[in-house]
C-alpha cells in the first residue's frame, strides 16, 4: 500500500523548511504491547478503587457488575490512550523532561505499519480517522443489514425483539458517534491545512489524542456486544436506558470519548482556521469547506456538552443510585430528552455542514464555474448553525412537554428551510450553464442534491405540529432521517473520498466502479427509503422488530434495496484498495481544482509546503483563463519564488488535436498555477512530418503569445516509444495526452494512452478533444489573422500550396474570402449555379490546409469585390491582406482592397494562370 | 464575489512570513472553557428542571425522611469568599510576573493554590456533614453532581496551577512568555465564576 512517504515537493533529498525529521525508532508493537498493559493496569486499579470505596462507604452489595465495568471502562480507556502514546508528551512536559516542540519524530509515516501507532501529522490523522470510522460504517452498515433481514418479512426471522433493539441501537449509534460525526474530521483533517496553507493543524499533539478517543468510543460499543448490546436507541431515553444491561454503561461511557473526540477536533479546527492562514487568505478567499468545518466547530464546541451532561445523568441513574429520571423520587424524564436534543439537533448539522462545504467545493470544480453566491453561502451555514440551537423541541412535540414552547419550535424549524434553500438554490446556479463533467465525486454530488431535497422537504412536513403529531415515531420519520444522512453525510462523504482519493494516496481510483458503487447506492437508497413514507403514513411504527403483514411487499422491496446499499458498499472497498495498491499513479491536480492542496504533490509532501504559499485571489475563479488563487514558492535554496528554470515540466503529447482550443486551455488553466513549464513532444506516427511541425509552430506562438513557457519538437516514430522515450529524458511531473474521442482517435483505438501510462509509470492525465474543435480556428488565439482573398484560385492546389508557405513562415491564422460577382437575378439558376461550385471549391481548399495544420476557415460571400471586401475586412479586421489571383485578375482584387483596406497591408500573389482547380 | 479578484499583487520577496493572527493556545483555552460553560448549563438545565418540578409543592424540596433539604450557606459563603479571594491573588502573582518578580509569581501561585486547596477541604467537609447522600431525592443527585462536577474542576484548576508553580520555580515564565500561566489563570477565573453562579443558584435562592 502506499504511504506517505516523507518526500519533499521541490527537491529530492532537500530539506523541509526549516524542520529536521527523525522518525521515532519505536516499533509499533512497543506502543501496543504498552496499550495493552495500561488498559490492564487500568481495569485492576478501576476494580480495586471501586472495591475500596463501596468498603470504606458500606455500599451493599460490594460486588455490582454494573458498577465495577463502567469505572473499569474509564479507567481502562485512559490507561490506553496512556499507553499507546497520547500523553507522553505533556507528562514529559509536566515531569519537566527535556522535550522539544520541534520534536517531529511522530510526523509521517513510512509504511503502512505506521498507521496503528500515535501519528501528528495531520495528514495521517485523517488516514487514521478515514480507515476508522469506515470500519465503524462496516460495522453499522451489517447491523442495518441485520434489521432489513429481521423485517423482510412479518413476524421473526433471524432475530427476537431484544436482539432487533440491539441491533438498530448499535447501527445508530455506530453511524452517528463514530461514524457520521467523525468522518468529517478525518477528510477535513486531512485537506483543511493545506487549503488554508499552513503546514499542520494548530495542535498536532491534541488532534492525536481526539483521534484515538474515537476507537475507544467506538470499541466501547461494539464490546457492548458481549456484555448484552444496549437496547434503548440511540437516543437513550430514561427510563428506558435506565434498566438494561452492562451494554447501556458502555453506551454511555463510549457517547462521552466519542464527545470528547468533537469537542478536541472542533477546538483544533477553529485555532487553525483562525491562526494559522497562509498570508493574502482572508476569510473571504477560504474555500467553503473552511467555512463549514469552522462553523461546524462552533456547533460541536458549543453543543456537545449537552449530551455528555446527558449521558452523565442516566449514568448517575445506572451506577450510582441518583434519582434524576425517577418521577416519584423528584426527578424528570422530559429533562433528557431537553438537554439529548439541545445536542442532537445541532449534531445534524454537525453531519450536514462540513457535508455541504465539500459538495461546493466539488460542484465548482466539476462545473468549471466560480461557486455562485460564495458569501450567501457562508452567511447561510452561520444561519443554519445559530437556528440550530433553536429548533430541538421539535423532535418532543408528543413527548409531553410543555406544550407553549410547540409553536415558536415550530416556526424556528421551518425558517431553517430558507437558509437551507439559499445553500440548494446557489448549487444550481453554480451547475446552470457550467461545463459539467461528470466524474464519480461530481455524481455524487449530483445525487446528493437530489437525495438532499427529498429529505429536506419531509423535513418540512416533520416541523409542523399536528403532521408530526400523526407521524411521530412512524416510519416517515426513518424515512426523513435516511433521506437527510443519506444524501446530506453519505453521499458527501463519497463525494469527499472520491474527489481527495488521487491527493490522499497518489494514485488514481476506478472510475467505472466509481460509478458502479454511485448508481448501485443510488438506486438502493430510493428503493430502501422512499416506500417509508408511505409505510408511515399509513401508521407503521419504527423501532419494532414486526409488523402488520399487509406491509410485507414494501417491506421485501426495502429489503432488496438495504443488499443493494450492501454490494455497493463492498464495491466501494474493493475499488479504494485496489487502487490504492497498484492504482495509475495520480497527478497534483487531477480535477483541475483551484484550491491550494492541488498545488502541491499527490501525496502531499511531510510538512505540505517548502515555503509558506501567499494568496493572492479567491478559491473559484473557474473559467478565468489566468486568474490565480495563491502563488506557492520554492524553498530558500532554490531562490524562493519558482523562476523560470525551477519549473516542473509537464509533457504535453498530441499531434492532431495541437492546435485546438481545449488544448490551448487546458494548458493556460494549468499555466495559471505558476508551476509548470510545458513540453511538448508532437509523435509524427504514419503521417507528414510537416504537418505536425506546422501544428506545433502554430500552438507554442499562441502559447507564447499568452505568456506561457513551452517548448517542443516533432519526432518520428509511434506515439508509444517516443513518448516513452521523450519522458526517460525529461523525467515530466506529469504527461498530459490529447486525444479525439475514442469514435474517431487513431490513438485511442490502438489504447495507446493506457500504454504510455503503463511504459512511463508517470501520472497521466488525459484530454479529450471533439473533433470540431480539433479542425477548428482557434478562437481566442492572438496570433495575426491574414485575409486571404480569392476567387478563381478558390480550389486551386496553388492557393492551398501559397498558404502553406506563408504559415511555414510565420505562425498565423487564415480566412480566405471569396466575393462572388454574380450574376442577376441573384435567385436565378446560373447564380445558384456558381455559388454551389464556389461553395464546393472552397471546401476543397479549406479541408486541404486543415488537414496539413494550417488553422483556417472560408467564406463565400454574394457580392462583387468592391462591395463585398470592406463588409469582410470589417468584420474580420485581419492584419494582413493576400490577394491571390490567377489569370490576372489579381489586379482588380487588389484594386477593390486597396480601396477598402485602410491601413492594413496588402500583398499580392500572382499564382500564374494554368493552376485551374 | 469570487469572480472579481483576477490578479492581486504579489509582493516581491522570497516568501512570506506567516504571523500568527493571535495566540492560538490562549484562543484554545477560551473555546475549552466555552465548552466547560456549556456543560454547567447543562447540568443547571438538569437542576431547575427538578427544582421547577417540586417547587411546585415546597420548598426547599424534602428528603426521603421527609426532613426538608439544609444546605449551610454561612460556611459555603465564606467558603465562597475564599475561592473569590484566590483569583485576586492569582491575579496579583501575574502582576507580579510582569513587573519581572518571578517571586512575586511564585508567592501568588503558593497562596492561590492553598486557597484553593482549603476551599476543596471544606467542601469534602460539607459533604460529610450534609446528612443526606446522591442517592437521596432527585434534589441530591443534582447537588451533588452541580458540586462535584465543580469540585472537580478545581482539583484540575488546582493540577495545573502546580505544574505552573513548577514552571514558575525553573524560571521559565517572563514578561515575554507566560502563555500555560495564563491559560491555567483563564481556567481558575472561569472555575471561580462557575462557583459563584452556582452558590447563588442552588444555596441562596
Given at each position: 500500500m502506499a504511504t506517505h512517504a516523507p518526500a519533499p515537493a521541490h527537491a529530492p533529498g532537500g530539506g523541509h523548511g526549516g524542520h529536521t525529521h527523525h522518525e521515532d525508532p519505536r516499533p509499533v508493537s512497543y506502543w501496543w504491547i504498552r496499550a495493552a498493559y495500561g488498559t490492564v493496569a487500568g481495569v485492576l486499579f478501576a476494580f480495586l478503587l471501586t472495591f475500596l470505596l463501596r468498603a470504606l462507604f458500606g455500599f451493599e452489595p460490594l460486588w455490582d457488575g454494573g458498577v465495577y465495568g463502567g469505572v473499569a471502562g474509564l479507567i481502562g480507556a485512559i490507561g490506553f490512550l496512556w499507553g499507546i502514546g497520547c500523553f507522553d508528551y505533556w507528562l514529559g512536559w509536566a515531569k519537566g523532561a527535556d522535550i522539544s516542540e520541534e520534536d517531529h519524530s511522530?510526523?509521517?509515516?513510512?509504511?503502512?505499519?505506521?498507521?496503528?501507532?500515535?501519528?501528528?501529522?495531520?495528514?495521517?490523522?485523517?488516514?487514521?480517522?478515514?480507515?476508522?470510522t469506515l470500519f465503524f460504517m462496516l460495522w453499522g452498515g451489517l447491523m442495518a443489514l441485520l434489521i432489513r433481514t429481521e423485517l423482510a418479512a412479518p413476524g421473526q426471522q433471524i432475530a427476537d425483539g431484544q436482539t432487533y433493539n440491539g441491533f438498530l441501537s448499535m447501527h445508530a449509534t455506530l453511524m452517528i458517534f463514530v461514524f457520521a460525526v467523525p468522518v468529517f474530521g478525518g477528510i477535513a483533517n486531512y485537506v483543511l491545512p493545506i487549503m488554508l496553507g499552513a503546514k499542520d493543524m494548530a495542535f498536532p499533539r491534541l488532534n492525536a489524542l481526539s483521534f484515538w478517543f474515537l476507537p475507544v468510543a467506538g470499541f466501547m460499543f461494539l464490546a457492548s456486544m458481549f456484555t448484552g448490546m444496549f437496547g434503548a436507541a440511540w437516543t437513550a431515553y430514561p427510563p428506558l436506558a435506565s434498566q438494561g444491561t452492562m451494554g447501556q454503561t458502555l453506551f454511555e461511557l463510549g457517547v462521552q470519548f466519542a464527545g470528547a473526540s468533537s469537542i478536541a477536533t472542533a477546538i483544533n479546527f477553529l485555532a487553525t482556521i483562525i491562526t494559522m492562514r497562509a498570508p493574502g487568505m482572508t476569510i473571504w478567499r477560504m474555500p467553503i469547506l473552511a467555512w463549514a468545518t469552522g462553523v461546524t466547530s462552533v456547533l460541536a464546541v458549543f453543543a456537545t456538552p449537552f449530551i455528555?451532561?446527558?449521558?452523565?445523568?442516566?449514568?448517575?441513574?445506572?451506577?450510582?443510585?441518583?434519582?434524576?429520571?425517577?418521577?416519584?423520587?423528584?426527578?424528570?424524564?422530559?429533562?433528557?430528552?431537553?438537554?439529548?436534543?439541545?445536542?442532537?439537533?445541532?449534531?445534524?448539522?454537525?453531519?450536514?455542514?462540513?457535508?455541504?462545504?465539500?459538495?461546493?467545493?466539488?460542484?465548482?470544480?466539476?462545473?468549471?464555474?466560480?461557486?455562485?453566491?460564495?458569501r450567501a453561502m457562508a452567511f447561510s451555514m452561520v444561519a443554519i448553525a445559530v437556528l440550530g440551537f433553536g429548533v430541538w423541541a421539535h423532535h418532543m412535540f408528543v413527548s409531553g412537554m410543555a406544550a407553549w414552547?410547540?409553536?415558536?419550535?415550530?416556526?424556528?424549524?421551518?425558517?431553517?428551510?430558507?437558509?437551507?434553500?439559499?445553500?440548494?438554490?446557489?448549487?444550481?446556479?453554480?451547475?446552470?450553464?457550467g461545463r459539467i463533467h461528470i466524474k464519480t465525486p461530481m455524481l455524487w454530488a449530483l445525487g446528493f442534491l437530489f437525495t438532499f431535497l427529498m429529505g429536506g422537504l419531509s423535513g418540512v412536513f416533520l416541523g409542523i405540529v399536528p403532521a408530526d403529531i400523526q407521524m411521530s415515531d412512524t416510519y416517515f420519520v426513518t424515512a426523513h432521517l435516511h433521506y437527510v444522512l443519506y444524501g446530506g453525510s453519505v453521499y458527501t462523504i463519497f463525494a469527499g473520498l472520491y474527489y481527495w482519493f488521487p491527493k490522499m494516496t497518489g494514485k488514481m481510483y476506478n472510475e467505472k466502479l466509481g460509478q458502479w458503487h454511485f448508481w448501485l447506492?443510488?438506486?438502493?437508497?430510493?428503493?430502501?427509503?422512499?416506500?417509508?413514507?408511505?409505510?408511515?403514513?399509513?401508521?407503521?411504527?419504527?423501532?419494532?422488530?414486526?409488523?402488520?403483514?399487509?406491509?410485507?411487499?414494501?417491506?421485501?422491496?426495502?429489503?432488496?434495496?438495504?443488499?443493494?446499499?450492501?454490494?455497493?458498499?463492498?464495491?466501494?472497498?474493493?475499488?479504494?484498495?485496489?487502487?490504492?495498491?497498484?492504482?495509475?499513479?495520480?497527478?497534483?491536480?487531477?480535477?483541475?481544482?483551484?484550491?491550494?492542496?492541488?498545488?502541491?504533490?499527490?501525496?502531499?509532501?511531510?510538512?505540505?509546503?517548502?515555503?509558506?504559499?501567499?494568496?493572492?485571489?479567491?478559491?473559484?475563479?473557474?473559467?478565468?483563463?489566468?486568474?490565480?488563487?495563491a502563488v506557492v514558492f520554492a524553498p530558500e535554496e532554490f531562490g524562493g519564488e519558482l523562476k523560470e528554470d525551477t519549473r516542473y515540466p509537464v509533457m504535453v503529447v498530441a499531434n492532431e488535436t495541437l492546435t485546438s482550443q481545449t488544448?490551448?486551455?487546458?494548458?493556460?488553466?494549468?499555466?495559471?498555477?505558476?508551476?509548470?513549464?510545458?513540453?511538448?513532444?508532437?509523435?509524427?506516427?504514419?503521417?507528414?512530418?510537416?504537418?505536425?511541425?506546422?501544428?506545433?509552430?502554430?500552438?507554442?506562438?499562441?502559447?507564447?503569445?499568452?505568456?506561457?513557457?513551452?517548448?517542443?519538437?516533432?519526432?518520428?516514430?509511434?506515439?508509444?516509444?517516443?513518448?516513452?522515450?521523450?519522458?526517460?529524458?525529461?523525467?515530466?511531473?506529469?504527461?498530459?495526452?490529447?486525444?479525439?474521442?475514442?469514435?474517431?482517435?487513431?490513438?485511442?483505438?490502438?489504447?495507446?494512452?493506457?500504454?504510455?501510462?503503463?511504459?512511463?509509470?508517470?501520472?497521466?492525465?488525459?484530454?479529450?478533444?471533439?473533433?470540431?474543435?480539433?479542425?477548428?480556428?482557434?478562437?481566442?488565439?492572438?496570433?495575426?489573422?491574414?485575409?486571404?482573398?480569392?476567387?478563381?484560385?478558390?480550389?486551386?492546389?496553388?492557393?492551398?500550396?501559397?498558404?502553406?508557405?506563408?504559415?511555414?513562415?510565420?505562425?498565423?491564422?487564415?480566412?480566405?474570402?471569396?466575393?462572388?460577382?454574380?450574376?442577376?437575378?441573384?435567385?436565378?439558376?446560373?447564380?445558384?449555379?456558381?455559388?454551389?461550385?464556389?461553395?464546393?471549391?472552397?471546401?476543397?481548399?479549406?479541408?486541404?490546409?486543415?488537414?496539413?495544420?494550417?488553422?483556417?476557415?472560408?467564406?463565400?460571400?454574394?457580392?462583387?469585390?468592391?462591395?463585398?471586401?470592406?463588409l469582410a475586412i470589417d468584420a474580420y479586421t485581419p492584419s494582413v491582406i493576400i490577394i491571390a489571383g490567377i489569370n490576372g485578375e489579381a489586379a482588380a482584387l487588389a484594386d477593390a482592397a486597396h480601396a477598402a483596406a485602410g491601413d492594413t497591408p496588402v500583398e499580392t500573389v500572382n499564382l500564374g494562370a494554368a493552376a485551374g482547380a | 464575489m469570487a469572480t472579481t479578484a483576477g490578479h492581486a499583487p504579489v509582493e516581491q520577496h522570497s516568501g512570506p512570513e506567516q504571523k500568527p493572527h493571535m495566540n492560538a493556545s490562549l484562543m484554545a483555552m477560551l473555546l475549552f472553557i466555552g465548552s466547560e460553560i456549556m456543560l454547567f448549563a447543562s447540568l443547571f438545565t438538569a437542576y431547575f428542571f427538578i427544582r421547577y418540578g417540586v417547587a411546585n409543592e415546597t420548598w426547599p424540596p424534602l428528603k426521603q425522611d421527609g426532613e426538608p433539604f439544609e444546605l449551610p450557606v454561612i460556611l459555603t459563603g465564606v467558603n465562597t469568599l475564599i475561592l473569590i479571594s484566590s483569583s485576586f491573588t492569582l491575579w496579583w502573582g501575574e502582576k507580579r510576573l510582569a513587573a519581572g518578580d518571578n517571586k512575586g509569581l511564585i508567592r501568588g501561585l503558593w497562596v492561590t493554590i492553598l486557597m484553593g486547596g482549603t476551599f476543596l477541604l471544606i467542601q469534602l467537609n460539607e459533604y460529610a456533614h450534609l446528612g443526606f447522600t446522591p442517592q437521596d431525592r432527585a434534589f441530591s443527585g443534582a447537588f451533588y453532581t452541580l458540586t462535584g462536577f465543580h469540585g472537580a474542576h478545581v482539583l484540575v484548576g488546582l493540577i495545573v496551577l502546580s505544574l505552573c508553580l513548577r514552571r514558575a520555580y525553573k524560571n521559565d515564565f517572563s514578561h515575554a512568555y507566560h502563555t500555560?500561566?495564563?491559560?491555567?489563570?483563564?481556567?481558575?477565573?472561569?472555575?471561580?465564576?462557575?462557583?459563584?453562579?452556582?452558590?447563588?443558584?442552588?444555596?441562596?435562592i
Open positions: 511522530f510526523h509521517g509515516v513510512s509504511n503502512w505499519k505506521q498507521y496503528f501507532r500515535v501519528n501528528t501529522d495531520h495528514k495521517v490523522i485523517g488516514i487514521q480517522y478515514l480507515g476508522m455528555a451532561g446527558s449521558q452523565f445523568l442516566t449514568m448517575f441513574d445506572r451506577i450510582m443510585g441518583t434519582n434524576f429520571f425517577v418521577p416519584d423520587q423528584g426527578g424528570d424524564v422530559i429533562m433528557y430528552q431537553h438537554i439529548f436534543w439541545f445536542y442532537s439537533h445541532p449534531a445534524v448539522y454537525i453531519m450536514l455542514l462540513p457535508g455541504f462545504g465539500i459538495i461546493s467545493e466539488v460542484i465548482a470544480t466539476f462545473a468549471r464555474k466560480p461557486l455562485f453566491g460564495y414552547l410547540r409553536v415558536p419550535m415550530m416556526i424556528t424549524t421551518i425558517i431553517i428551510a430558507v437558509p437551507t434553500g439559499v445553500k440548494m438554490w446557489s448549487w444550481l446556479a453554480t451547475l446552470w450553464q447506492t443510488f438506486i438502493g437508497t430510493q428503493l430502501t427509503f422512499f416506500p417509508m413514507h408511505w409505510q408511515g403514513l399509513q401508521g407503521m411504527p419504527r423501532r419494532v422488530a414486526d409488523y402488520d403483514p399487509r406491509f410485507e411487499t414494501v417491506n421485501s422491496i426495502e429489503t432488496v434495496g438495504s443488499y443493494m446499499l450492501g454490494i455497493a458498499t463492498i464495491i466501494f472497498f474493493y475499488n479504494i484498495v485496489t487502487s490504492w495498491k497498484s492504482g495509475p499513479k495520480a497527478p497534483w491536480n487531477p480535477w483541475r481544482g483551484k484550491t491550494l492542496e492541488w498545488m502541491v504533490s499527490s501525496p502531499p509532501p511531510l510538512f505540505n509546503f517548502d515555503a509558506v504559499p501567499q494568496v493572492v485571489g479567491g478559491p473559484y475563479q473557474y473559467g478565468i483563463p489566468d486568474a490565480r488563487h488544448l490551448i486551455d487546458e494548458i493556460r488553466s494549468r499555466n495559471a498555477d505558476g508551476l509548470w513549464s510545458f513540453q511538448f513532444i508532437v509523435p509524427v506516427g504514419d503521417g507528414d512530418r510537416a504537418i505536425s511541425e506546422r501544428r506545433l509552430a502554430t500552438t507554442l506562438a499562441i502559447l507564447a503569445e499568452a505568456g506561457v513557457s513551452a517548448t517542443g519538437r516533432v519526432a518520428d516514430g509511434d506515439v508509444v516509444a517516443v513518448a516513452t522515450e521523450a519522458a526517460k529524458e525529461i523525467q515530466p511531473h506529469e504527461l498530459v495526452i490529447a486525444t479525439l474521442p475514442l469514435a474517431v482517435s487513431q490513438w485511442m483505438r490502438s489504447d495507446s494512452v493506457d500504454k504510455v501510462r503503463k511504459a512511463t509509470g508517470v501520472a497521466l492525465s488525459h484530454v479529450v478533444v471533439p473533433a470540431n474543435d480539433a479542425r477548428a480556428l482557434t478562437g481566442t488565439s492572438a496570433l495575426p489573422l491574414v485575409m486571404v482573398v480569392a476567387t478563381e484560385a478558390v480550389g486551386a492546389e496553388a492557393l492551398a500550396t501559397a498558404v502553406r508557405t506563408r504559415a511555414d513562415a510565420e505562425p498565423a491564422r487564415f480566412t480566405v474570402v471569396a466575393p462572388l460577382d454574380l450574376p442577376e437575378p441573384r435567385w436565378g439558376a446560373e447564380a445558384n449555379e456558381r455559388r454551389r461550385a464556389a461553395g464546393e471549391a472552397m471546401t476543397a481548399t479549406i479541408n486541404a490546409l486543415v488537414n496539413t495544420g494550417v488553422a483556417v476557415d472560408g467564406e463565400v460571400m454574394d457580392d462583387a469585390p468592391s462591395v463585398a471586401l470592406p | 500555560p500561566l495564563t491559560a491555567g489563570s483563564y481556567y481558575w477565573h472561569f472555575v471561580d465564576i462557575v462557583w459563584v453562579l452556582l452558590f447563588f443558584l442552588v444555596y441562596v
